[in-house]
């Protein structure tokens, strides 16, 4: 079965740095835009980042403008989400998705366009 798998979630205080993984089993993740979402407590999945399949186009929400560096690295599988300056409003579960926009990354971070799997998330917690 088709799994994406999120790491390197973790508790870190603010100001501070994560840098997220996302690795496919069974499937090769430059056929796919990927993009991160997170997750608030109480709150509704909102878009993060996104970048399409050969890194060509990103989009980010603006919350995370500036902070947030999504990368890839198609060799190895992987896609990353660098988090710096880290506030407490970025804690969340972290989810990254694989699909194919047909209206590119800024819609499938915005309303999930083309979005064909999930991973099952990885917790981020920005406290002191």
């Known amino acids: 079965q088709l799994q994406l798998v999120e790491s390197g979630g973790g508790l870190v205080q603010p100001g501070g740095s994560l840098r997220l993984a996302c690795a496919a089993s069974e499937f090769t993740l430059d056929n796919y835009a990927i993009g991160w979402f997170r997750q608030a407590p109480g709150k509704a999945r909102e878009g993060v980042s996104c970048?399409?399949?050969?890194?060509?186009?990103?989009n980010y929400a603006d919350s995370v403008k500036g902070r947030f560096t999504i990368s890839r690295d198609n060799a190895k599988n992987t896609v990353y989400l660098q988090m710096d300056s880290l506030k407490p409003e970025d804690t969340g579960v972290y989810y990254c998705a694989a699909g194919l926009p047909l209206s590119g990354v800024q819609a499938m971070c915005s309303s999930y366009n083309g979005i064909r799997y999930w991973g099952k998330g990885t917790l981020v917690t920005v406290s002191s």
């Open positions: 970048i399409s399949r050969f890194g060509l186009s990103t």
